[in-house]
């Protein structure tokens, strides 16, 4: 099983700098989201949770594996299981 990632803000938008005209606008056009929806995926760490398909279109535009604009993070621990009341 692969390990979760996240997308990394800072990677991100050193990709974004680096890519196409370097905007958000641009970048948000080529992933279907609006130039907010992008600046959120930048602005705020620790986001698990997204469109796939809009992800990859992104990463296409900027040129990059997703894996070079994510990080891996640690799985969250399990529920202890519930104790039995007596």
Not at 69 to 86: C, G, K, N
């Amino acid at each position: 099983m692969k390990a979760p990632r996240q997308i990394d803000p800072v990677k991100l938008k050193e990709a974004r700098e680096n890519a196409g005209d370097g905007s958000k606008s641009s970048a948000a056009t080529a992933a279907g989201l609006t130039w907010q929806g992008y600046h959120l995926w930048e602005q705020v760490p620790g986001r698990r949770s997204f469109d796939w398909n809009k992800f990859r279109a992104l990463c296409d535009y900027l040129g990059v594996s997703p894996e070079a604009v994510t990080v891996e993070i640690e799985p969250e621990p399990a529920s202890p299981p519930a104790q039995a009341l007596a």
